[in-house]
C-alpha cells in the first residue's frame, strides 16, 4: 500500500514529468499525475522506507541521431524544439558515441567557419573535429541505481547535470535521461524520508497528527461521495502523568507502546491508530455502517486496558477514557470533528473516567483556538501589529553580511508570540496572505531606505512573495509602485519566491516574472529542492538565485544524500548560471561542507538569528565576524 500523501506533497498537475526532454513525454494531467505520483512516491510503503530505485525509472526514449547523418540535422532538431537540450549519436550498430549538448553546438556553429564547412558533413566527421571538443557522454546501464549515478555525474563536472546520460540496456541504447530528473529523484527520495519523520511517530511507529489530519479530510471527502459514515474516536491515558512520574520516563514510554498495542488490537484492521500528542491518541474508523460499531469499539478497549500491563518489573493499570464523533451525524467539519470527539472523552473522564461517551448536542464543547486566531491575525494586519525581523545574509568565507531576509513576526497580546510557521499557514488558507504579504513588503522597503538615509552600508533586503500574491494580477505594478514612492534602488531588492508557486499557470507567472525583472529586482527560488520545477522552464523562468533548503543543509557533515543533494543543486546552478545561497546554516561544519562544494553565501544561526530592526543595526555597527561560539546559541 503506498502511504497517502500531505497536500503540501502533490506538485501541481503537469510539472511531474521534468526535464530537457520533457516533450518526449505525453503531458500528464489528472489520473496520469496520481499514477505518476504513486511510482514516484511508492518509496514509502507499509510506513516503511522502500529500496533505492533505478535509471530506468528516469529513462526517456529519444529519438536519436546517426554518425553518418548530416550535421544540419542536429541544427534542425535544436531548431525545432526550444526546450531540447541534448541528442544522442548512435553509430551504425546501435552504440552511443556522443552525446551533443544544445549550448555546445550552438556555440560551435555560431564561428564563421562552423556553418559553412559543417552543414553538409556527418556528425561523425562533426563530432571528430578537435574545435567542437565536446565533453565524453556518460553511459550508464538501465540497472544501475540513482544513487551511484548521481556520484558519477558529480565527480565528471558540473556540465553533464543539465546534458545528461545516455541509458544503456546489455550495451543498447535505450534512451536519455537528464541530470534534473536525477536530482528531482533524489531529492523525492529524501522528501520520503522527511516525510515519513514528519507523518509518523517516533516512539510508537504509527501516524502522528499531521497524517492523521491528512487522513480525516481524505476519509471525510470519501465518506461524502458514498454516502457513508465515518467516526473519530478521542482516547485519552487516564492519570498518564501519574504513571509517569512515578515509574519514570522511559516505564512510561513502555506504557505507551503497550497501550498502542492494545488499541490497534481493538480497532479493526481498517482503522487508522495515531498518536495526537503525549498519551493521546485516535481511532479513524471508516466505513461505519451502524453506529453501535463504535460503541463497540470503544467498549472493547476499554475492557482490555483493564487488565494490567507489566512494565520494568511493575505491574501498572492504565485505564484509559474515550470520546466519539461521528461524520456527518455530528460534524461535517474536519477540525471541529476531532474536538468534539475530544468534549465527549472530557464528558467520560468527570464521569470518572475509564469509560466511553459519544458526542451528543448536550455535550459541551471547548471552543478551540484556531477560529479566533484567523480574526485576530485580521485584525492585528489591519491595526499593523505585526513586525518584522530581519535575518543577516552573510558570505560564508568571513561572515560579512551583505543583506537580510525580512520575516513576518506576530507578538500576540495574551498569547505571546505566535510562529510564523502557524500564522502564515493560516494567512494562506484565509487569504490574509494577501494584505500581510503587501505590508510585509512595504514595510520592507521602506526600512531600506530609512537605513540608506541614515547611512547605514547598502544591504540587499531579501522578501518573502507567497503564490497567492504572484498570482494577483496587479502584483508587478504594485511592486514598482511601492519601489517608486520609497525611491530604493531596485538591485538591492530581491523576491523569494517557491517552486510551487512558480508551477503554477506557467505562462501567467511567466508574464510576472519578466514584469518583475524590467523593474530591475531579483529573484531567487525559494526552498529550493522541496519543491517540483521541471528544468525546461526553470531554464526559461528570469530567476537569478536558488536557495538550498535548510533540510538539506542540516546535519550536511554526516549525511552523505544531503550533501549530494546540495552539490547537484550548486551544479545545476552553475550549469544554469544562476548563483546559489544556502539557508539555516547552524554549525561551522555545515559552513564548511557548503563552501567546499561551491557555495559562497549562505544565512542561518550561526551568523545570526532573525533580529528586530535595532538589534540588527548594532550588529551591524559592530560589524561583526562570525563567532560559531556565542552565534551557534
Ligand atoms: P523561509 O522563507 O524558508 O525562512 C527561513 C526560515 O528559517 C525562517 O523561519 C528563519 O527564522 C529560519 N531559520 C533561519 N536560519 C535558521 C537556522 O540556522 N536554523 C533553523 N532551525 N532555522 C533557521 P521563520 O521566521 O519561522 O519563517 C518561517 C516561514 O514563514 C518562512 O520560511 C516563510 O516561508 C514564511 N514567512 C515569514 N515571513 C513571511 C512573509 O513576510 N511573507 C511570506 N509570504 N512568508 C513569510
Ligand atoms: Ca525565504
Ligand atoms: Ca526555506
Redesign the pocket.
Given at each position: 500500500m503506498t502511504v497517502g500523501l500531505s497536500k503540501s506533497f502533490m506538485p501541481p498537475a503537469g510539472s511531474v514529468v521534468a526535464g530537457a526532454l520533457a516533450n518526449a513525454a505525453p503531458p500528464v494531467t489528472g489520473v496520469a499525475v496520481r499514477e505518476t505520483l504513486q511510482r514516484q512516491f511508492v518509496f514509502i510503503e507499509d510506513g516503511r522506507l522502500q529500496d533505492a530505485p533505478t535509471v530506468r525509472q528516469l529513462l526517456r526514449h529519444l529519438e536519436p541521431v546517426r554518425t553518418r547523418e548530416p550535421s544540419q540535422r542536429i541544427m534542425a532538431r535544436f531548431s525545432e524544439d526550444a526546450a531540447l537540450y541534448a541528442l544522442p549519436v548512435l553509430d551504425d550498430e546501435g552504440k552511443p558515441v556522443a552525446l551533443v549538448d544544445r549550448k555546445h553546438f550552438m556555440e560551435f556553429f555560431s564561428k564563421p567557419f562552423s556553418q559553412e564547412l559543417f552543414r553538409r558533413r556527418s556528425v561523425r566527421d562533426l563530432i571528430e573535429h578537435k574545435e567542437f571538443g565536446g565533453a565524453a557522454p556518460i553511459v550508464v546501464d538501465e540497472g544501475c541505481s540513482i544513487e551511484d549515478v548521481a556520484q558519477i555525474i558529480l565527480a565528471s563536472g558540473m556540465h553533464h547535470m543539465l546534458t545528461g546520460f545516455l541509458v544503456c540496456s546489455a550495451g543498447r541504447y535505450e534512451g536519455m535521461a537528464n541530470g534534473h530528473d536525477l536530482l528531482n529523484m533524489i531529492t523525492q527520495r529524501k522528501q520520503a524520508e522527511l516525510y515519513y519523520m514528519a507523518h509518523y511517530d517516533h516512539l510508537t511507529g504509527i501516524p502522528n497528527r499531521i497524517l492523521l489530519a491528512d487522513r480525516i479530510e481524505q476519509a471525510c471527502r470519501e465518506a461524502e461521495r458514498n454516502g457513508d459514515m465515518l467516526a473519530v474516536l478521542f482516547i485519552d491515558v487516564d492519570r498518564f502523568k501519574h504513571i509517569n512520574d512515578s515509574l519514570g520516563h522511559s516505564a512510561g514510554d513502555e506504557v505507551l507502546r503497550k497501550v498502542v498495542e492494545r488499541i490497534t488490537a481493538s480497532a479493526r484492521r481498517s482503522d487508522t491508530v495515531a498518536r495526537l500528542a503525549g498519551d493521546e491518541f485516535v481511532i479513524l474508523m471508516e466505513n461505519v455502517s451502524d453506529p453501535s460499531l463504535v460503541e463497540l469499539v470503544a467498549t472493547r478497549l476499554v475492557k482490555a486496558m483493564r487488565a494490567p500491563i507489566e512494565v520494568a518489573g511493575h505491574s501498572v493499570v492504565a485505564t484509559v477514557s474515550i470520546g466519539s464523533a461521528i461524520y456527518p451525524h455530528d460534524e461535517t467539519r474536519v477540525a471541529a470533528l476531532i474536538t468534539k470527539a475530544d468534549a465527549a472523552m472530557y464528558e467520560a473522564k468527570a464521569r470518572g473516567r475509564n469509560g466511553y461517551r459519544r458526542y451528543t448536542t448536550a455535550t459541551t464543547v471547548y471552543n478551540p483556538a484556531i477560529i479566533s486566531l484567523e480574526a485576530e491575525l485580521r485584525k492585528a494586519i489591519e491595526q499593523e501589529a505585526l513586525e518584522?525581523?530581519y535575518?543577516p545574509l552573510v558570505h560564508l568565507a568571513d561572515g560579512s553580511v551583505f543583506g537580510v531576509?525580512?520575516?513576518?513576526?506576530w507578538q500576540h497580546p495574551q498569547r505571546g508570540r505566535i510562529?510564523?510557521?502557524q500564522f502564515?499557514q493560516i494567512?494562506?488558507e484565509s487569504g490574509l496572505?494577501i494584505p500581510?504579504?503587501e505590508?510585509?513588503?512595504r514595510h520592507?522597503l521602506r526600512r531600506l531606505k530609512t537605513w540608506n538615509e541614515a547611512g547605514v552600508p547598502p544591504l540587499r533586503m531579501s522578501?518573502?512573495?507567497?503564490a497567492l500574491?504572484l498570482q494577483r494580477r496587479g502584483f508587478p505594478d504594485f511592486l514598482g509602485a511601492q519601489m517608486r514612492e520609497c525611491g530604493v534602488d531596485p538591485r538591492y531588492i530581491e523576491l523569494?519566491l517557491?517552486e510551487t508557486a512558480l508551477m503554477h499557470d506557467i505562462d501567467e507567472v511567466m508574464a510576472t516574472l519578466n514584469k518583475i525583472k524590467a523593474l530591475g529586482v531579483s529573484l531567487a527560488i525559494?526552498?529550493f529542492g522541496t519543491g517540483f520545477s521541471s528544468l525546461s522552464y526553470l531554464r526559461r523562468f528570469p530567476v537569478d538565485r536558488l536557495?538550498i533548503?535548510?533540510s538539506f543543509?542540516?546535519g550536511i557533515e554526516s549525511a552523505p544524500v544531503n550533501e549530494s543533494i546540495a552539490r547537484a543543486i550548486v551544479a545545476l546552478a552553475k550549469s544554469l548560471s544562476l548563483d546559489i545561497i544556502a539557508?539555516?546554516?547552524?554549525t561551522p561544519l555545515e559552513c564548511a561542507v557548503l563552501q567546499r562544494i561551491g557555495c559562497r553565501e549562505g544565512?542561518?544561526?550561526?551568523?545570526g538569528?532573525?533580529m528586530a530592526e535595532p538589534d540588527l543595526l548594532a550588529y551591524l555597527g559592530a560589524g561583526r565576524a562570525p563567532d560559531p561560539e556565542k552565534a551557534a546559541g
Open positions: 518584522l525581523h535575518q531576509e525580512a520575516l513576518a513576526r510562529s510564523p510557521a502564515i494567512a494562506e496572505i500581510l504579504g505590508w510585509a513588503l520592507a522578501i518573502n512573495i507567497s500574491q523569494e517557491t525559494d526552498d536557495k533548503d535548510q543543509v542540516r539557508e539555516g546554516i547552524e544565512q542561518g544561526y550561526l551568523f538569528r532573525p
